[in-house]
Each structure stands twice: as C-alpha cells, then as structure tokens.
C-alpha cells in the first residue's frame, strides 16, 4: 500500500474529530472557491467542483453556503477574499521529503505559519523544486467499502476493479474500508467518469503526491514527522502534505 494509501486511511479512522466543525467548512468552502475560479460555476462541467461540493455536503456543510462559496469562486461576489493555491517544499526531521499544498487568502500569514512548523521540528523550508523531483503526480480515487456507521456497501472489489481497469486505471489497491484506484494525472476524469457510469460513484477524486523513494525510519523517529504532518494540516490554510516517509505497520499501528 503506497504512503500516500495509508495516510488517508488513517485520517478516515480517526475521523472528523481532530478539526473543528468550522475549520472543516473553511477548508472545504475554499476548495469550491479555488474549483469555481478554475473551471466556472457549473457543477455538471466543472468535475473538481462537483467533487469540492460532494465533499461539502458529505460534511453538512448548509446550501447557502456551498453557494456563497461557488459565487465567489466564479467573481460574482465584489468583496470575496482572493484564495490562491500555494505550495511549499522542504525537509522535515531526518531529512524526510516534504510538498505541502495550501488554499490562502494571505500569502505573507500562510508562509510563517508553515515555516514556523517546519522549525520547531527541526526541519526547514527549501527552494521551488528542492524537494519536488522525488515525487510524481497521480490520480487518486476511493470508492468507500462501508457507510460512516461502519455498515458494508455491498461493493464487489473485483466488480470495481475490472471497470476501474477498463477506464484506464493503472492501479487498484483493495482494503477493508476502501477501494482504491490510481491513474495517470490525465487520466483522473475519464476514469472517475468510467466508474460512476459502471455505478461505482468516487467518495474521493484528486491529484495526490506519490513519493518515489519511500524513506524507511526507526519508530522513534519516524513519530517525530508524523506529528509535524499533523500540526501542518491543523493549520488552517493548508490543505494537503505529502512526504516520501515509509509507513511502516509499526507506524500505521502507533497513529492508528
């Protein structure tokens, strides 16, 4: 199972209760922001925005302000704050590659916070492109297993992996929460579309960060840049980390 796998199953196991119910909508309603500026308001044309607005009502976020956020993103709204996608690069402790995605409103707020992170764990921010090399974009779709009360779906893994294959999927990685499937970064839409026409709807679909040389840590050590990715996506403006850190069962265990 890839680094960037076993991350999300741990975020989904733990669930909605490390983040505020209001720090959830900050994050979602800006992604519709950014989705809306990028492809328009329609929801029907706009894929990335019709999966920021699934997410959305997945967390009860009300209409008016999955709306609110939708005419903003598209400048129908005069006194919107401009959000801008931002990435930063650098090592965290032991020298673990690092790429961190964020949606700001302030540039200037959002690099202090972040590098005041990285410092306090021993690691620092590096130049564009330091880090980004050892890392290839992918597409990345989950079709969840069970329902949020733990209650099975009744999805055939073998029935979604043929129609993932048959849309062009590279990968299919089965666990007991999730299906879930990687494509070529140009082939996240087309396969997305292939599953929900097979009648296998995506629960997550979104170009993710795949380390190419996973780095294997001692147990001890290995803690110490799980808790700085954590305090990294406390942060408000940050929406994404990925890293090249070997997650190891060990590991997977200890967060668990």
């Known amino acids: 199972m890839s680094g960037h796998s076993k991350w999300a199953t741990i975020k989904r196991r733990k669930g909605a209760n490390d983040v505020a119910r209001g720090k959830v909508f900050t994050r979602v309603a800006r992604e519709i922001q950014v989705a809306a500026k990028e492809g328009g308001p329609d929801v029907n044309a706009n894929l990335r925005l019709r999966l920021a607005v699934d997410k959305a009502r997945a967390e009860n976020m009300p209409k008016d302000n999955i709306e609110r956020a939708i005419r903003r993103g598209a400048g129908l709204e005069k006194d919107a704050a401009e959000i801008e996608e931002i990435s930063y690069e650098g090592y965290g402790p032991n020298g673990v590659a690092m790429l961190v995605e964020c949606l700001s409103d302030n540039r200037n707020r959002t690099i202090s916070e972040v590098r005041r992170c990285f410092s306090r764990a021993g690691g620092g921010l590096g130049e564009p492109g330091s880090v980004a090399w050892q890392f290839t974009s992918k597409g990345y779709i ?39 499937i990687y494509t070529e970064r140009t082939a996240l839409a087309q396969v997305t579309q292939g599953l929900e026409e097979a009648g296998f709807p995506a629960d997550e679909s979104e170009l993710v960060m795949e380390a190419n040389t996973p780095l294997a840590l001692d147990l001890e050590a290995g803690l110490t840049v799980l808790t700085l990715i954590e305090n990294l996506e406390e942060l408000d403006d940050v929406d994404k980390v990925y890293h090249n850190l070997e997650l190891s069962d060990e590991l997977m265990a200890q967060m668990a």
């Open 142 to 180: 989950a079709v969840n297993r069970q329902d949020e009360d733990g209650s099975d779906r009744g999805i055939d893994p073998e029935e979604v992996f043929m129609a993932a294959l048959e849309a062009g999927a590279e990968d299919v990685v089965v666990t007991p929460e999730t299906i879930e």
